[in-house]
């Protein structure tokens, strides 16, 4: 059974940093394309990145280009979301995706499996 369970989430103000984990059971986190996903409040769900198995190259979203990092432990079958210098903009509920069919862009399609979701909040 493909599973993704999210943590990391919290409150942290303006310049902040967070990192999200994600931790992978029911398949191999580096042998597929992942992605993460976020839903601000009123807002439409969108992509932030993709992380390519075919290239493992990682595409982002301009919004967070520079920002954000992913990284992978595959001891642990787990990614990593490092998210730094963090606006109120940033603000929603981050989700990661996998497996993957495929990154077009940094947005992944086809995920088998969505984590739980994690609320970030950034503020003052």
């Not at 999200?20 to 932030?48: M, N």
């Not at 390519?52 to 920002?67: H, I, L």
Request: proline content about 3%.
């Amino acid at each position: 059974q493909l599973r993704l369970v999210e943590s990391g989430g919290g409150l942290v103000q303006p310049g902040g940093s967070l990192r999200l984990s994600c931790a992978a059971s029911g398949f191999t986190l580096d042998h597929y394309a992942i992605g993460w996903f976020r839903q601000a409040p009123g807002k439409e769900r969108e992509g932030v990145l993709c992380i390519s198995s075919s290239d493992n190259r990682t595409y982002y979203a301009d919004s967070v280009k520079g920002r954000f990092t992913i990284s992978r432990d595959n001891a642990k079958n787990t990614v990593y979301l490092q998210m730094n210098s963090l606006n109120p903009g940033d603000t929603a509920v981050y989700r990661c995706a996998g497996p993957c069919r495929y990154c077009s862009g940094y947005v992944c399609y086809g995920g088998g499996s969505w984590g739980q979701g994690a609320q970030v909040t950034v503020s003052s």
